[in-house]
């Protein structure tokens, strides 16, 4: 007989499955960390995907059925290649992702430290990037009557902590983007959303981990007791760009944990014994 402690392993959990047949979907940055998942899981959905990242050695490396463009998102010539390719080749465009991102270590910094190059930097990628993508999409989405843009926040755009005076403020803005994107184009057929991740596995992340604290820290800030994995982001995205959620739109996702519905005030979590093997912590 199972012991009521037990039976929770044994219960079903359930499933929900996608199917993107036919749709044209482009999602910067996408070629490693929380863009790569979301590509192949479109991919894996029957979706066409074009990943739009500058990175062409990891272009190269992607799984067959997602075609690759050099894009440098802070350049609005390579944004409207991109999507004019695109639309041309395919027929349309019904899914745009805005997920390229950079996060420098040397960003982690009080502002007034901050060099202005690197302000300059993760304003031109992480702010007009998702503008300038969103320049030459949306006419396309218009003419169609349909379309749903994807803003990948941050955790960071909700709250925040010292040092983070960058990355932050500028997360917070692609929530208000689509916000602001979702109110101008609902009656066009369009659907604007962001998700804001809390930490996940990404080479992003673990390039700041010294910078947050550690990854055993950063994971046990989420009441989960982990941090996230980039599919997790990823079925957020499907669900989200997909018919199930036709009446969402100017709205954000937290996946995250559980990490904004902890007061900053609070006590931590008890650290996990270093010896513990059983993998539920990051």
Not at 78 to 86: E, F, K
Not at 167 to 185: C, L, S
């Amino acid at each position: 007989m199972t012991s009521n402690s037990d039976t929770s392993v044994l219960r079903p959990s359930g499933r929900v499955t996608f199917d993107n047949t036919g749709r044209v979907v482009i999602v910067t940055g996408g070629c490693s960390g929380i863009g790569r998942a979301i590509c192949e899981s479109f991919a894996t959905s029957g979706a066409t995907v074009v990943c739009a990242d500058v990175d062409t050695i990891g272009g190269r490396q992607l799984p067959e059925g997602i075609e690759f463009r050099q894009c440098d998102t802070s350049r609005t010539d390579d944004c409207a290649s991109v999507v004019g390719w695109t639309v041309e080749r395919f027929g349309g465009l019904d899914v745009l992702v805005n997920n390229a991102a950079i996060q420098p270590k040397d960003s982690y910094r009080p502002i007034h430290e901050v060099p202005v190059d690197v302000w300059d930097g993760v304003i031109g990628v992480n702010l007009s990037g998702y503008t300038f993508m969103a320049m030459s999409a949306l006419p396309h989405m218009r003419q169609q009557h349909s379309g749903v843009v994807v803003n990948i926040s941050s955790g960071q755009g909700h709250r925040t902590a010292r040092q983070v005076g960058t990355y932050g403020p500028i997360k917070a803005a692609n929530i208000m983007q689509a916000r602001q994107w979702a109110v101008e184009y609902a009656r066009d057929g369009i659907r604007v959303v962001s998700v804001s991740p809390g930490a996940i596995d990404t080479p992003l992340v673990r390039a700041s981990l010294e910078q947050q604290g550690g990854g055993a820290a950063l994971a046990n800030r989420h009441p989960i007791g982990r941090i996230g994995r980039p599919e997790e982001v990823a079925n957020a995205v499907l669900w989200l760009s997909g018919p199930d959620a036709s009446f969402v739109t100017g709205t954000d996702l937290e996946v995250d944990g559980g990490l904004g519905a902890l007061g900053a005030f609070a006590d931590p979590y008890p650290m996990p014994n270093p010896t513990d093997s059983s993998g539920s912590h990051a």
